[in-house]
């Protein structure tokens, strides 16, 4: 029996209209980067300076996920994801149209606007069709072409820009996104349900808060960028989280539940996941940038040479399980934190000179390190919340992903920009062998400072009560937008 009164057809559609939706994200998340320097070029801007585009999607979608539910509800699942998929569609469409970065910033934010409801709302309707002993079966479907996204968007991507041009990487999503339109409108029940009043006060300060520091932080990668530039934005955002701190305990249906941060397993992941998350969101920038821009590799070959990190992680999931499993959380996510963060810092050691099988091998172990990682952590995190809980620490553990992913993107660049030392201009960026090796230096050092910053949560770790046991299951929390494979 099914909780709302579907179709068979309409039952049996439904997980791939959810998986639609997810494939567009992953994809999207993937094949950016290796097109960023072909765009660069085009529109005159440092590769490095592309992080605008990255970041402005990934905050958009970290602000809008909170209030991805309660639009669900109020307004109806079909016509949410609907709108999602066309405002998606109509994003990707203006970034193919874009002529400079500030453009493509705009086109980006439309574009999250989209991505931000369509695998929650997608995820939701599932959830309120199909009863709990089918839930699991139709979420893997969903699953399963959303991985597909990342393994394929390095190498789409690079193929695209090598022999077509880089605008098709985002009209690739406009004939996808019509097939989703015409199943959602046909075959996507419409649920809606009685919602509480929505937190809005809640809601504006945390999410002025949080783009206003991850704004600051981006800032000063860029040329001539001042500490008291810095600190304008920073201070008006540490000042909204606290107001949104102070909100919160006084307010009785706060953005996010009060007893959420009284759950040591959930206090202890959230904070775990900000931190070790910063290496592996900067990754997917920086390494396609380290191969183009200071080794010298064609972008299709760039894209390839990324695959083996999406497989590693592909094929770690009944492995971490089972790691998770045997060993329990408290020594799997110290020890595997540090292999993850001295895998990172390792790529100092990479440069024109190493072989490219060995420099296959090590993207995949990374890829598995990544996949037990991110197993271990989001479990961890939700592993103890009970039901009325459950919502609320699953948004805010979307939001955490999304908002560490684009910090790893803006310190990453920052820290580029300050270890190369000089003005970041595309000229630079494609100059003698002298200044080729200034830039190798200054990605080998962002690198071992970036895998070092990741490590530093395995003080966090160690805080894992011995108490909580190894899981009697262990199933990778659904959570959104999770595309760090």
């Given amino acids: 029996m099914t909780k709302y009164p579907v179709t068979a057809k309409e039952k049996r559609i439904l997980p791939w209209l959810a998986a639609v939706g997810f494939f567009m994200q992953t994809l999207d998340g993937t094949i950016l980067n290796t097109a960023l320097p072909a765009i660069a070029a085009d529109f005159h801007e440092s590769p490095l300076q592309m992080q605008a585009a990255i970041i402005s999607y990934m905050l958009t979608v970290a602000m809008l996920i909170p209030a991805s539910g309660w639009l669900a509800d109020r307004f109806g699942t079909r016509n949410v994801f609907l709108f999602s998929i066309v405002l998606f569609a109509a994003g990707s469409l203006f970034c193919a149209e874009s002529t400079s970065l500030s453009q493509m910033v705009i086109a980006r934010i439309i574009q999250g606007i989209g991505g931000a409801l369509m695998v929650p709302v997608g995820r939701l309707a599932i959830l309120r069709v199909f009863p709990k002993e089918e839930f699991l079966r139709a979420m893997s479907m969903v699953v399963i072409p959303g991985l597909i996204g990342p393994l394929l968007g390095p190498l789409l991507g690079g193929l695209l820009v090598q022999h077509a041009s880089w605008p098709w990487i985002f009209l690739i999503n406009l004939p996808i996104g019509l097939v989703g339109c015409i199943l959602a409108f046909f075959f996507m029940p419409n649920i809606r349900e009685h919602t509480a009043a929505f937190d809005w006060k809640g809601y504006l300060c945390f999410s002025s808060g949080i783009v206003l520091l991850s704004i600051a932080i981006q800032r000063l990668g860029e040329a001539g960028a001042t500490f008291s530039a810095f600190l304008l934005l920073a201070i008006p955002g540490l000042f909204a989280l606290y107001a949104y701190f102070w909100h919160s305990q006084r307010h009785p249906h706060a953005l996010f539940s009060r007893a959420l941060f009284g759950i040591s397993s959930f206090r202890i992941g959230i904070s775990g996941n900000l931190i070790a998350r910063l290496g592996s969101g900067a990754l997917p920038f920086l390494t396609p940038l ?136 595309l000229h630079n960026l494609q100059a003698t062998s002298l200044q080729q090796q200034e830039i190798i230096s200054a990605f080998h050092a962002t690198y071992i400072t970036v895998g070092c910053l990741s490590m530093l949560a395995t003080l966090i770790f160690r805080h894992i009560p011995q108490n909580i046991p190894a899981p009697t299951s262990v199933e990778e929390a659904p959570v959104s937008g999770d595309k760090n494979v």
Avoid at 333 to 346: F, Q, R, S, W, Y
Avoid at 357 to 366: C, D, G, K, S, T
């Fill in 290 to 425: 380290f191969l183009q821009v200071a080794l010298g590799f064609s972008p299709t070959q760039a894209g390839l040479t990324m695959m083996p990190i999406a497989l590693g992680a592909m094929s770690t999931k009944l492995l971490a399980n089972w790691v998770v499993l045997r060993f329990g959380y408290r020594p799997v996510l110290m020890m595997n934190t540090l292999l993850l963060g001295a895998l990172i810092t390792g790529f100092a050691t990479v440069n024109t000179a190493t072989p490219y099988v060995l420099l296959l091998l090590y993207l995949a172990l990374l890829g598995v390190l990544n996949s037990l990682q991110f197993t271990a952590m989001n479990t961890l995190t939700l592993s103890k919340l009970e039901r009325e809980e459950a919502s609320s620490g699953n948004s805010l553990l979307s939001v955490v992903m999304q908002l560490s992913m684009s910090l790893g993107v803006a310190i990453s660049a920052t820290l580029f920009s300050w270890f190369y030392g000089a003005d970041v201009s």
